[in-house]
């Protein structure tokens, strides 16, 4: 019998490949339980997805963040961009609620990664996305998810109203300015503060205002309350905050809804309650009140009589070179307990920078570079609807003012607060 030797090609096998698994965490506050309970998840996923062969390790996603909506996650947002440029397979998440308390949002997001052909596995309720019966089951749990964070909230409102209507001051900080909390939960004088409050108080009794007591604070290196530099809406802040004088006026803003949790400003639309002598005040209610008569004098000053019938000094006085459009006020919330105003051009505010790239000017600004421009140490109302034709913007942080005498001054502002007179397309 003859041998027969054959040479044999080399083998190749298409090995499986592994599947790339990520986790996504979320914890609903900033509190150390929670940021401890957050880092225990990033913990538990990266061993939980090391320990499987099949699997790849693409890591773990973690917010922390006060909704579920999807707009004010950055490692959710980090997530989805990941999936779409085709860099994971499959996502662990624990529940249903951790992803999404939307419904609607929940939905999106499941039928956009199923497009992709990447699975969502949620731990609690053991579904995963991709399954035959996941979607329905998903709608179903997710509006269970969504209504029970409607009632929670709902029963948190009920509570913290019942506890206004009874008077309880709530400290939401163990550190409010001025004041610390407590070994009995209440409030006790912070007393290197409480110099500076009074020192606010009577500045501006004696006639400084806003930017001059906020110039004299920083000069003195003194911090703000939030531990940065002083501006001077943290001064007036502080000048219209009646907590200095013991009381507390509660419910000043109101949560709009479950989901969003936006906090809005009470305008009557809830009641409000007001707690007289709660805890020891830094101030005389006598002091407090003539502030705040000295600031609605002042108020008025600024927005004068007005003989075009306009609400404000400069209604109908500010004019878009880019769109050709006039200028309106706007107020936006520049933290929880107060608001900035601003003026913009009204085609920005109803089309976006699309249609008009113009950039939104301070009122305070207004006030303080028209003072400046008319030659005067305090902005007056009557004066500048007498003096001036027309603030024109034309650019960034360039202001032209057009006098009616046909004299032109033009004035840079920085968004710091400062400004100064420019030479530039300007006559007198």
């Avoid at 998440?93 to 308390?101: E, G």
């Avoid at 409607?150 to 506890?163: A, D, Q």
């Avoid at 509660?250 to 479950?258: A, I, M, R």
């Avoid at 003012?401 to 710091?416: A, G, H, P, Q």
Wanted: positive net charge; aromatic residues 12%.
């Amino acid at each position: 019998m003859s041998r027969t030797i054959r040479k044999i090609e080399k083998l190749v096998f298409d090995l499986p490949s592994k599947k790339r698994v990520a986790a996504y965490a979320r914890v609903s506050s900033g509190k150390d339980a929670m940021l401890h309970s957050l880092s225990a998840q990033v913990s538990y996923y990266s061993n939980l997805i090391q320990k499987y062969n099949g699997w790849e390790y693409k890591g773990v996603y973690a917010d922390e963040a006060l909704t579920g909506t999807k707009d004010n996650r950055a490692e959710f947002q980090r997530l989805l961009s990941d999936c779409r440029a085709g860099k994971i397979d499959m996502i662990i998440t624990k529940s249903i609620s951790r992803l999404a308390r939307n419904t609607v949002t929940m939905l999106e997001t499941v039928r956009e990664l199923k497009s992709l052909n990447i699975d969502i596995w949620f731990e609690k309720e053991n579904i995963h996305s991709l399954s035959g019966d996941g979607e329905l089951m998903l709608t179903i749990l997710s509006s269970f998810a969504q209504e029970e964070s409607r009632s929670v909230s709902e029963n948190c409102k009920w509570r913290i109203r019942k506890n206004f209507s009874e008077g309880i001051v709530p400290i939401n900080n163990s550190h409010f300015y001025g004041y610390r909390r407590s070994d009995d939960y209440g409030f006790e004088i912070v007393e290197d503060e409480a110099i500076i409050i009074k020192m606010i108080f009577n500045d501006y009794l004696s006639g400084m205002g806003f930017c001059n007591i906020r110039d004299k604070l920083n000069d003195m290196g003194l911090k703000s309350p939030s531990g940065q530099t002083w501006h001077e809406m943290s001064v007036r802040e502080i000048l219209l905050n009646e907590k200095f004088i013991g009381s507390a006026m509660l419910q000043k803003y109101f949560v709009s809804d479950h989901i969003s949790k936006k906090k809005i400003r009470n305008k009557g639309q809830l009641q409000k309650f007001y707690v007289e002598n709660n805890h020891n005040p830094i101030i005389s209610k006598e002091l407090f009140y003539k502030v705040q008569e000295e600031m609605q004098r002042r108020a008025k000053k600024y927005q004068g009589n007005n003989n075009h019938g306009n609400r404000y000094p400069f209604s109908g006085k500010i004019r878009c070179l880019n769109c050709g459009k006039g200028y309106k006020r706007k107020t936006s919330h520049a933290g929880k307990t107060y608001e900035r105003i601003f003026w913009n051009c009204s085609t920005y505010i109803r089309f976006g920078k699309s249609a008009c790239y113009t950039k939104q000017i301070p009122e305070d600004i207004l006030y303080r570079v028209s003072a400046e421009a008319m030659g005067i140490d305090e902005f007056d109302a009557v004066a500048f609807d007498n003096l001036i034709k027309e603030i024109q913007v034309a650019e960034f942080n360039k202001l032209k003012f057009i006098f009616k005498n046909n004299t032109e001054k033009v004035y840079e502002w920085s968004d710091n607060g400062e400004f100064k007179a420019s030479n530039c397309n300007s006559s007198s």
